[in-house]
């Protein structure tokens, strides 16, 4: 399996544009997870989906940000308006059910807004 | 609040030295802890994960140590390669993937 593909790998766009990240997860995991990472607050859970089901999404910031899992294949994360602040690194992980959570991420996309 | 701390924040070695990097947890209750290698510009890999029942697990050279009692682990990492800076990442499960508190990690530089 080629393991989590995330596009783009990097994105730099203008404050106000709307920006979309895209996560494929390993066949077969049920969970999918977005994560953001920066230097200043590590890495934290946005949202996770069961079976293309959002479960958890406490930890998305504001309404600017939305997740959707159309099929077991494919998943979003938007951004609109996107801010300076949103800059960091973004992660989408896939999981099995039965692996003690153990988690399988993608290489990241490392947002800029300009 | 559920917390994982970690220390140092950063850490210079030789290569062929040894280290010991610490994770401290405040997470109640307690499922599981995982340690993550992240290397630059990639996404976290795990190298062990324990859980209540187990004080010690090794995967090659790195081994990692649970006491559930004082919420401590460490991660000792032996004869260390260039390889090995990273950033290690210490991450702890109530139970949930809600759960799941993360820590800031602790970023090892292996000097030749």
């Known amino acids: 399996d080629a393991g989590v593909i995330q596009s783009p790998r990097h994105e730099v766009t203008e404050m106000g544009q709307e920006v979309t990240l895209r996560c494929k997860p390993i066949s077969g995991h049920d969970y999918l997870f977005w994560y953001r990472q920066t230097m200043m607050r590590g890495l934290e859970l946005l949202i996770y989906?069961?079976?293309?089901?959002?479960?958890?999404d406490s930890g998305m910031p504001e309404d600017r940000f939305s997740a959707k899992m159309p099929n077991a294949s494919f998943s979003t994360l938007k951004i609109q308006p996107s801010e300076p602040r949103d800059s960091a690194v973004y992660f989408c992980?896939?999981?099995?059910?039965?692996?003690?959570?153990?988690?399988?991420f993608g290489p990241g996309t490392r947002l800029t807004v300009t | 609040k559920n917390q994982v701390e970690q220390s140092p924040q950063s850490l210079i070695i030789l290569e062929g030295k040894n280290c010991t990097l610490q994770?401290?947890?405040?997470?109640?209750?307690?499922?599981?802890l995982r340690w993550y290698k992240q290397d630059t510009g990639r996404g976290p890999v795990s190298l062990t994960i324990m859980t209540f029942s187990e004080n010690t697990k090794s995967n090659g050279r790195y081994t990692a140590t649970l006491d559930a009692d004082t919420k401590q682990s460490s991660l000792h990492i032996t004869a260390s390669q260039l390889s090995d800076s990273a950033s290690y990442i210490c991450v702890v499960s109530g139970g949930g993937y809600s759960t799941l508190t993360f820590g800031k990690g602790t970023m090892l530089l292996v000097s030749p």
């Open positions: 992980a896939s999981s099995e059910r039965t692996v003690l959570y153990e988690q399988y």
């Open positions: 994770c401290n947890y405040t997470v109640s209750p307690f499922s599981n």
């Open positions: 989906f069961n079976n293309n089901v959002p479960i958890d």
